[in-house]
């Protein structure tokens, strides 16, 4: 009799309780190939850019790591038990490690950084938790990006004969640096051609920033690129130097959000504008 009490209690107590149907995940967005999700979360929002870039720490060192980006972000289901932050950190840790991974820094802040070489790419990877009901994973499978706009003279000068200026894209420096890339010599080589088939066209070269780092380091860093491309042209490609004009204006005039990385990398430019 006693027995068949306590059932019939327990029974009673498991109707009481509240019962949560787990959300669905976020249209579109599914776990990464390389990682699963810790139990109990679900997504709540997703991002895949074919190219894009993100900061990792290795080695204390701050770096940027470019190629095709994803973004998740997990949430807990009501019916799931909170882990602690360090409990999803040190599984995703031991997950990589265990297919031959490294973790290049390790909880600092809530922050945990991955590395691992798979199928020829190395794949980086960023969990940022800092309590328990979310978490979100960044991973960029190191890349470089496929070219798909051509800045050739002629869209150049299409560009400025009706809009007044034009963005280029194809320069391209270090994070923090003034010093031209090796691969931004086929956009300077377009817009020397320009110029000489337009002996009287003048330039302001202008360069732009996103919003990353202090207004004046960004300032100061986008007249330095400005100049940089004014140099090139004029030593390297026979330009005269009063011609071109070079300016920084740093993020003071975005293209696009700088909420994001995609956004972001549109307001890392240079523009040629009429004079």
Request: overall charge positive.
């Amino acid at each position: 009799m006693f027995r068949r009490l306590v059932v019939v209690a327990a029974a009673l107590g498991m109707c009481a309780m509240p019962v949560w149907a787990d959300e669905p995940d976020a249209p579109g967005c599914k776990d990464h190939q390389l990682l699963t999700r810790f139990p109990g979360f679900r997504i709540q929002r997703c991002t895949l850019n074919d190219f894009a870039a993100h900061k990792f720490i290795a080695a204390k060192k701050e770096l940027t790591v470019e190629g095709r980006y994803t973004e998740i972000m997990y949430y807990k289901n009501e019916s799931a038990k909170a882990p602690s932050p360090l409990q999803v950190h040190r599984n995703f840790e031991n997950a990589i490690k265990k297919i031959g991974g490294s973790v290049t820094e390790s909880g600092e802040d809530g922050e945990s950084y991955l590395k691992v070489a798979r199928d020829g790419t190395e794949i980086w990877i960023n969990v940022s938790m800092n309590i328990a009901e979310q978490y979100l994973v960044r991973i960029v499978e190191k890349g470089a990006m496929k070219q798909e706009i051509e800045a050739d003279a002629a869209a150049l000068g299409t560009g400025i004969k009706n809009e007044g200026r034009i963005a280029v894209y194809g320069i391209q420096f270090d994070t923090g640096k003034a010093e031209i890339k090796p691969a931004s010599e086929p956009a300077l080589v377009e817009i020397a051609k320009l110029l000489k088939n337009q002996p009287a066209l003048k330039l302001h070269v202008v360069g732009h920033t996103d919003n990353v780092a202090n207004l004046d380091l960004n300032l100061k860093l986008s007249r330095a690129r400005a100049e940089a491309v004014v140099q090139a042209l004029t030593t390297r490609h026979g330009i005269a130097a009063p011609r071109l004009i070079p300016h920084g204006v740093g993020p003071v005039a975005p293209v696009a959000s700088n909420d994001a990385e995609a956004g972001r990398a549109k307001n890392r430019r240079v523009e040629l504008v009429k004079q």
